[in-house]
């Protein structure tokens, strides 16, 4: 069998990243045996973008759609605007793609720790399922009085009750596959009063549903809190475009680095490809230098060949990472002191004895 991946490496790591990935995709392809990955690569990028005035051709995202999946890097540079960059790629081909799931396991990996005293592996492991379609990030809002002392801008959050509902069940479902079956679902719901309390609404909604899932509600504000004086007490977790962006940075730097956190970006329905990346993103201070951690990289490369099908294959790579982890042979944001090519060839060599 053979999948076809786009691959989109973008801008700073996420080239380095993207690279490794393939290379030990490749090993992964080889060492089993019974499939193979067809990559074709798209060179939408800030660099690109400042010669050629746009990161995706008017059929880019016709031309995604012909993928089995997606991989991604990073896309941002310090020479465009933020806003720009993530609203030419990356928001783009979420929404276009249906995307409307993001899915961010964070745990601890073997033979790294968590910043937090005395937090063991089997103290965090959370399933973050944050909402990729709509919120704060609808993209509505406007400027007017530009350049003058009364300028207002609007950024307005819109929330549906469709996309509510299908991020709902998704996340039950989700917490429903874990042994704990513990589902907390993340608002704002005291000082935001319509779309936070829609969604209070409907998880309650929903919630009888799922009777074997245990739910609990938070405000975000406390969540942070939570997660860093009391990781185990959670599982499962599900809440909005914005919260679960900022609260899977947190997550990542608790499980030990920002650089082993994956993504899946996913279209639930299987009508388009998913997109699969690291949270991190291009990290301009440390581009070029080789040195980026490509652990976040893999896991999300596991989580994509998980989810065109090849399950064991995707166990075997988790399999080979933590192997690697476990001796020690790490980045240096993971306190060891191998450079991302060391890393990956240790993991490529992992995978040639399975
Ligand atoms: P960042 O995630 O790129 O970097 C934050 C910090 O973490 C930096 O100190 C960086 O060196 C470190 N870091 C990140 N990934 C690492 C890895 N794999 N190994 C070792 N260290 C790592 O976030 P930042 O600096 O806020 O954003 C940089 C650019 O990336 C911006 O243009 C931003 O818009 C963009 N971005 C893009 C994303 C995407 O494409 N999905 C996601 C997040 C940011
Ligand atoms: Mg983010």
Redesign the pocket.
């Known amino acids: 069998k053979i999948h076809r991946i786009a691959c989109i490496p ?1 801008d ?3 080239v380095d ?1 993207t690279e490794a990935a393939i290379q030990v995709l490749k090993a992964l392809a080889k060492a089993t045996g019974t499939f193979s990955f067809d990559f074709t690569t798209f060179d939408w990028s800030s660099t690109n973008y400042l010669e050629r005035g746009w990161y995706m051709p008017p059929d880019g995202l016709s031309q995604l759609k012909k993928f089995d999946a997606i991989y ?1 890097g ?4 310090p020479d465009v605007p ?1 806003h720009i ?2 609203w030419g790629l ?1 928001l783009p081909i979420r929404k276009a793609l249906n995307q409307y799931v993001n899915v961010r396991p964070t745990r601890i990996l073997q033979g790294t720790k968590s910043p937090l005293e005395g937090c063991k592996r089997e103290d965090l492991d959370w399933l973050i399922i944050r909402e990729n379609s709509e919120g704060e990030y609808s993209g509505q809002g406007g400027t007017s009085h530009e350049d003058s002392e009364h300028t207002v801008a609007t950024e307005v959050s819109i929330f549906t009750r469709v996309a509510i509902e299908r991020i709902m069940h998704f996340a039950f479902k989700a917490a429903q596959s874990r042994p704990r079956k513990h589902l907390t679902m993340v608002t704002k719901s005291n000082a935001q009063r319509h779309g936070m309390v829609l969604w209070d609404k409907i998880f309650y909604e929903i919630a009888p549903s799922y009777p074997d899932v245990k739910t609990e509600k938070m405000l975000v504000d406390a969540m942070t809190v939570r997660m860093v004086l009391n990781p185990k007490s959670m599982d499962t977790i599900v809440a909005t475009n914005l919260h679960a962006d900022i609260l899977t940075d947190l997550a990542a730097a608790l499980s030990g ?3 082993i956190a994956p993504s899946s970006n996913l279209d639930p329905t299987r009508k388009n490809p998913s997109m699969f ?10 581009a070029g230098k080789g ?4 652990v ?1 990289a893999f896991w999300s490369a596991a989580e994509m060949v998980r989810w065109v099908g090849e399950e064991k294959a995707a166990d075997a790579l988790m399999k080979a990472v933590e192997a690697v982890t476990a001796r020690g042979v790490k ?1 240096k ?1 993971l306190g060891g002191s191998e450079d991302t090519n060391g890393v990956t060839e240790a993991v490529c060599r992992e995978l040639e004895a399975i």
């Open positions: 973008g700073g790591i996420g990243i991604f990073a896309v941002g540079w933020d960059s993530l990356i680095s920002i650089g990346e690291p949270i991190h993103g291009s990290a301009p201070d440390i040195i980026a951690n490509p976040g980045t944001d």
